[in-house]
């Protein structure tokens, strides 16, 4: 038993470790790197990136600026992209669109962008889609560094407990953490 809580406790750091690496990546460089992925795809794309990105809730707002990134890439138009990231009174904003591809059948109900909207909401913030002609935005506001390291520390803990159903107890949980690359 000690054994198995030792190895949470080792898993629970790697989390933690993982996570820091992670928040370690500036987000004007995820926007670059997002920007610099579909001008290779032959999108022409636009950046306005706020000079005080350091103070972001890059937790919440990265995996959103990669997510919304590949759904560029497998459902626009690949004619053009904008990405925005800028604090508007006390709030973070970041905002993207992009040209939808002439057949493309939109919808604003996929697993991704849920995936998105329950990360914007347990960061305090909204996710709002939008479509308008040929064009697709998507629409982070209200996020903050507050909430989303309240979210993490949910999850930290909520590994710590047992896991309960029916027929079954797992006295212990450990985190995977996958990566995909296109």
Do not use: C
Request: hydrophobic share 40%.
């Amino acid at each position: 038993l000690r054994a198995s809580r030792a190895s949470v406790d080792e898993a629970r750091q790697g989390t933690r470790d993982l996570a820091t690496k992670f928040r370690a990546v500036p987000l004007r460089d995820e926007v670059a790197n997002a920007a610099d992925l579909l001008r290779a795809a032959g999108t022409k794309v636009s950046v306005s990136v706020d000079a005080s990105t350091h103070g972001a809730p890059a937790s919440v707002i990265a995996p959103i600026i990669r997510e919304t990134t590949t759904n560029i890439i497998r459902h626009g138009g690949g004619n053009r992209a904008s990405f925005l990231l800028t604090r508007e009174g006390g709030v973070w904003r970041y905002e993207v669109s992009n040209d939808i591809a002439p057949d493309t059948v939109v919808s604003t109900d996929s697993s991704g962008l849920e995936g998105m909207r329950r990360r914007a909401v347990a960061a305090g913030g909204t996710l709002d889609i939008h479509t308008d002609g040929d064009e697709f935005t998507v629409l982070l506001t209200d996020a903050d560094a507050e909430s989303a390291m309240k979210l993490a520390e949910r999850l930290l803990s909520s590994l710590g407990q047992p896991f309960i159903d029916d027929r079954l107890v797992i006295d212990f949980v450990t985190p995977s953490i996958g990566i995909a690359l296109f």
